[in-house]
């Protein structure tokens, strides 16, 4: 499987962007999907992951309720739907996909894109 991230760029605090993670080479549609971020200087960190049918979602705290994961299977993409976003979610913004159901680490991943956030 290989992903592409996009939909990154440059939005003022309070502001909104949709991410997308288009999956490709292989049937999308059992995959667990994760996104992950890492800003300079600090270690990758876990933001949200979606199962395959989109009908189970997780958040880390620091997005819950401002973040939304969700996918079109039909479309072999992931969103995530970032809302008030804050300084701090500045960072680049990673996918990740694996077979398993709810996996420790991820099988594939997908270059980055940059999200930041000014105050």
């Known amino acids: 499987v290989q992903l592409q991230a996009s939909g990154g760029g440059l939005v003022q605090a309070g502001g909104s962007l949709r991410l997308s993670c288009v999956a490709s080479g292989r049937s999308f549609t059992r995959y667990t999907v994760g996104w992950f971020r890492q800003a300079p200087g600090k270690e990758r960190e876990f933001v949200a992951r979606?199962?395959?049918?989109?009908?189970?979602?997780y958040y880390s705290d620091s997005v819950k309720g401002r973040f939304t994961i969700h996918r079109d299977n039909a479309k072999n993409t992931v969103y995530l739907q970032m809302n008030s976003l804050k300084p701090e979610d500045t960072a680049v913004y990673l996918c990740?996909?694996?077979?398993?159901?709810?996996?420790?680490?991820?099988?594939?991943w997908g270059q980055g894109t940059q999200v930041t956030v000014s105050s």
């Open positions: 990740a996909a694996d077979p398993t159901a709810w996996p420790l680490s991820y099988s594939y």
């Open positions: 979606i199962n395959y049918s989109g009908s189970s979602t």
